[in-house]
């Protein structure tokens, strides 16, 4: 009988991490060898936003990505329908803050 070893990751995530953070705006640059997407939170009150994350990796880990969202959007659709694209709004001039 023949033995055969699953190939496992063990994955661990510190407490940080796992927490996540919130992004709204990503911005996509390559080169000929790596993708970097900066991962962004985009106040519309404010003028300026800042880089929260960045991911540096290869294309051909880009392409597999893109599968793999594409799949799991799929079914996030088919479980809870069509997730609808919004146009995000310019900021209003008028908009003031007070303390």
Not at 5 to 31: M, V, W
Not at 45 to 69: C, D, F, G, Y
């Amino acid at each position: 009988m023949e033995d055969k070893k699953t190939n496992e990751i063990k994955i661990e995530i510190d407490e940080q991490t796992s927490n996540g953070i919130y992004s709204n705006l990503a911005l996509i640059t390559h080169s000929e060898s790596e993708f970097i997407l900066d991962f962004i939170f985009f106040q519309p009150q404010n003028q300026k936003a800042k880089v929260r994350s960045r991911i540096i990796t290869s294309p051909a880990h880009v392409k597999k990505m893109i599968e793999a969202l594409k799949e799991n959007i799929a079914r996030y659709e088919a479980k809870f329908g069509q997730i609808k694209e919004t146009v995000p709004q310019a900021p209003s001039p008028k908009t003031e803050y007070y303390n």
